[in-house]
T-cell receptor, first 116, second 112 residues
Framework: ETGVTQTPRHLVMGMTNKKSLKCEQHLGHNAMYWYKQSAKKPLELMFVYNFKEQTENNSVPSRFSPECPNSSHLFLHLHTLQPEDSALYLC???????????????FGSGTRLTVV | AQTVTQSQPEMSVQEAETVTLSCTYDTSESDYYLFWYKQPPSRQMILVIRQEAYKQQNATENRFSVNFQKAAKSFSLKISDSQLGDAAMYFCAYRSTGKLIFGQGTTLQVKP
């Protein structure tokens, strides 16, 4: 357990469903991130939040909708997904750069999403 | 734009032997951090070692050490006395202004 908790660990959803992924950290970090990890591809940064404000959206389709109600919680709301969205979704947190204690990111264990 | 390249999709090493994983990166920044992460089958991304670009001395963490060549933009990871528990996917990563950018990963197999 690293201090970043993601739920659920596994999720199977149909293309017409709506579901949400949850990420929680109590490390005192003020930056949170969503990454997508597909087979045979590098990790893709999806969204960045600093102090609850979204600071980066890397051209992610609108069927992915992030929400950051406070610095400890991050959600990824999913709707009308496609089979190619099946992947491991990783959440991470960190101190905002250039904090001198910036030891990279702390990751959760991810949610394995399968879209059928 | 910054990029990170790991040219070895798969590597294998005999238990107790030494293996080196390669990583190169491209950046115009002078101040940045470099990292190696390990991702075992449990999926947890674990920080193995980090290097500040302004430090000339190579970082070491027990059996893990790096060879940081700033001019060549090279950042390789050496694992000494390899153990079965070292089997995992290893990612090289770069961070400057905030984003952590990953390479494609290298799958390390450890043979008993």
């Amino acid at each position: 357990e690293t201090g970043v908790t993601q739920t659920p660990r596994h999720l199977v959803m149909g293309m017409t469903n709506k579901k949400s992924l949850k990420c929680e950290q109590h490390l005192g970090h003020n930056a949170m991130y969503w990454y997508k990890q597909s087979a045979k591809k590098p990790l893709e940064l999806m969204f960045v939040y600093n102090f609850k404000e979204q600071t980066e959206n890397n051209s992610v389709p609108s069927r992915f909708s992030p929400e950051c109600p406070n610095s400890s919680h991050l959600f990824l709301h999913l709707h009308t997904l496609q089979p190619e969205d099946s992947a491991l979704y990783l959440c991470a947190s960190s101190h905002p750069f250039p904090d001198p204690s910036s030891y990279g990111y702390t990751f959760g264990s991810g949610t394995r999403l399968t879209v059928v | 734009a910054q990029t990170v390249t790991q040219s070895q999709p798969e590597m294998s090493v005999q238990e107790a032997e030494t293996v080196t994983l390669s990583c190169t990166y491209d950046t115009s920044e002078s101040d940045y951090y470099l990292f190696w992460y390990k991702q075992p089958p449990s999926r947890q991304m674990i920080l193995v070692i980090r290097q500040e670009a302004y430090k000339q001395q190579n970082a070491t963490e027990n059996r893990f050490s790096v060879n940081f060549q700033k001019a060549a933009k090279s950042f390789s990871l050496k694992i000494s006395d390899s153990q079965l528990g070292d089997a995992a996917m290893y990612f090289c990563a770069y961070r400057s202004t905030g984003k952590l950018i990953f390479g494609q990963g290298t799958t390390l197999q450890v043979k008993p």
